[in-house]
């Protein structure tokens, strides 16, 4: 068979979106906005596959009925990994529907955990997910009660130095995960930073980064996942799965602390996930969160007022050090940043 | 002459069973500029490793400014036959890539002059220089048409349906140029792999050009460009006959050969021997039957 | 012997039929690991592991680990894929040692 594998414009051509969706649709699945290169398989004239990806994670995967059989998705597969490659990333993601689990397997990939039977997620690497979790045990530190956090900070606030400075003083030692992908207006290496300084009083505190193994709700791909159904749930339970069965383990946690948000639909099922697949092994502890001024303080506020250039209120919602960064001149690009934007 | 894409390892491996007379190993045009090294590679690997029996080895290198420097290298050390150009224009053209081969030779003590070379012509200057370029080295054993650029550059498109007259030119100035040298002429590629008719049809048009052979895209078109220029049964026999013929009267210590009252002379004994070669080559024919 | 330093990953070869892919990265001071995935791991796994650590010792690669998985190749896809991976892991494409590669690959 004569393929050819050509890059679809689905973001700045029409027809190629039409014939993009046309096919996802046939194939059971959806489009997803969040891609950044996406090809087609060729057979002649013909669209029979087609494969995305948004950073180093594949997407929005279709053959169509009559290709299935190895060929067209190692050729796609390939060439995917090959521009992953290219853009510098060293190693690859897919979430998928378990029925697709063996193609992938059979293409090297190794799967980290699974959600029953409505998603898998797997990797491909050299140092993968294995070393992730050695380096992990390496920082292990002796404890009797030993707990974990994990949060995005986008910036730290006041809200999470509280629930920092909770978790540290009802524990022994507390690990802090921060999320590592670059999705948020406070770039990776600056929320971290700003993570550290604001507990650097608090002696039993760890910080460690999520590499790529816990992505926020704007990452997870969901394409193949009933239309609306639980994808929160689903999204939460494999976060879930992998700090229960993974990362706890390798540190000795015990408890997880997170931040209640009864405003926040997709918060409490998120939270409600991980109860469930906590269970009896891991506790979780929901925190109330802290107030200002009769609010709730949040991240999402701070940056609201970021917008409105309400600074002396600002003072009021984060630390001192996250207020110093603030007002720096790289807080203040920041802060040009998110009054540019509509949302 | 079957085109292979160097950077498919299945097609390296099966290569010659297909039964084409020579594999052109294609590090150009269909290889992305991300994959050039590393199907030079493979290639590289492959011929110095794989029999290919019989089948010529041939491979089309990236112009000297896009790593064919070394494609040459790679291939001249890997035990290449013949080093195709492409996109030839000139006589300067060869000779420079000339300079490269016997660079390469020299380095790894291969002999001197021992990869030949092919020319494809795939544009306007090219064709008007064929000449030229057909007489420009003595390792120059064929020159080829490219017509998918040539057309390209020539402003109009391939119309293999209305007889691809916007190619008759070119065709016609290539062979000329290839018989006037004494070198071979190979005609481009038919794209359609589907059409077996006009593919067919094609290739007779070629055959009566004086054409030596055909570029192939895809195994399936092998079979019908071989037996376009298989002779035919009567062919060869009228071949064999002439070949009794001039045994006959060498046994005699006669000087004029004659057969069925015609005079032998030497176009008609170079025909038969040709024929004869083409069929053997065909395998539809082994000396002493 | 030619001498390969890893400085960054990288990644030859596909997942097709009749290929090998290899994916190398460093892995300072451990030596070679190799983590294969082939479908002919009983028949052949040893010989591929044999041509990969063949190869890497001739192109004088001390430390990588290598992530690969076999779809049938040859021995000599496995080396070619293998020369290909060093070469762009060591940044070395643009500056290719023929006689290099000449003195050990016979």
Known sequence: MDFSIVRL????????????????????????????????????????????????????????????????????????????FDEG?????????????????????????????????????????????????????????????????????????????????????????????????????????????????????????????????????????????????????????????????????????????????????YNGALKKVFGDSLSLVIIPRKEADGKVISASRVRAYMKEDRVKELENLVPETTFEYLLSPEGIEIKKQIQKRSD | MMFVPASNAGMLRDAYIYGADSIMFDLEDSISLKEKDTSRFLVYQAVKTIDYGNTETVVRINGLDMGGVDDVHAMVRAGIQVIRLPKTETAQDVLD???VIEEAERQCGREIGSTKMMAAIEGPVGVLNALSIAKSSKRLIGIALGAEDYVTSMKTKRYPERNSD??????????????????????????????????????????????????????????????VFTPTEKEIKNAIDIMHAIEDAEAKGSGVIALNGKMIDKPIVERALRTLALAEAAGVYKKGE | MQKFNIEKQAIAGTLESSDLQIIIDKNDGKGIEIELKSSVENQY??????????????????????????????????????????????????????????????
């Open chain 3, 45 to 106: 796994g040893r010989r591929i592991r044999e041509v990969l650590r063949s190869t890497l010792a001739n192109l004088g690669v001390d430390d990588a680990k290598l992530t690969v998985v076999d779809k049938g190749a040859l021995d000599c896809t496995i080396i070619a894929r293998t020369i290909a991976v060093v070469h762009r892991a060591a940044d070395a494409t643009k500056k290719i040692d023929w006689e290099g590669l000449e003195s050990w690959n016979v």
């Open chain 2, 166 to 227: 916007e190619i008759f030119f070119a065709r016609s100035m290539i062979v000329h140029a290839a018989r006037a040298v004494g070198i071979a002429a190979l005609d481009t590629v038919f794209s359609d792999v589907n059409d077996s008719d006009t593919l067919r049809k094609e290739t007779e048009f070629i055959r009566q050009l004086g054409f030596d052979g055909k570029s192939v895209i895809n195994p399936r078109q092998i079979p019908i460009v071989n037996s």
């Open chain 2, 97 to 99: 890539t000339e300079a």
């Open chain 1, 89 to 269: 990333y060293a190693s690859i993601y897919v979430y998928t529907k378990p029925e697709s689990v063996l193609s992938f397997l059979y293409l090297g990939f190794k799967e980290i955990e699974r959600v029953e039977d409505k998603l898998v997620f797997l990797e491909k690497a050299a140092h993968g997910f294995d070393d992730f979790l050695e380096n992990l045990r390496k920082k292990k530190v002796d404890g009797e009660r030993i707990a974990g956090i994990v949060m995005n900070a986008n910036p730290f606030t006041k809200g999470h130095q509280y629930l920092i400075e909770k978790a540290a003083k009802e524990n022994d030692v507390l690990h802090v995960f921060v999320l590592s992908e670059e999705m948020s207006v406070f770039p990776t290496r600056v929320r971290i930073e700003l993570v550290r300084k604001g507990t650097a009083h608090l002696n039993n505190v760890h910080i460690h980064e999520t590499g790529d193994y816990m992505v926020s709700s704007k990452t997870f791909p969901s394409y193949f996942l009933k239309e609306d159904s639980e994808v929160t749930e689903i999204q939460a339970s494999l976060d879930a799965r992998i700090f229960k069965e993974h990362i706890a383990p390798a540190l000795g946690i015990v408890k997880r602390y997170v931040g209640e948000e009864p405003l926040s639909f997709a918060t409490n099922i």
């Open chain 1, 9 to 84: 414009w689905v973001k700045r051509s029409k027809k190629d979106r039409e014939e993009w969706e046309n096919l996802l649709h046939r194939s059971g699945i959806r489009s997803e906005e969040l891609v950044e290169y996406t090809v087609g398989v060729y057979d002649g004239e013909k669209l029979v596959a087609t494969g995305s990806r948004y950073k180093n994670v594949l997407k929005c995967l279709a053959v169509s009925r009559e290709y299935t059989g190895g060929e067209v998705i190692s050729a796609l597969v390939s060439h995917l990994m090959a521009d992953v």
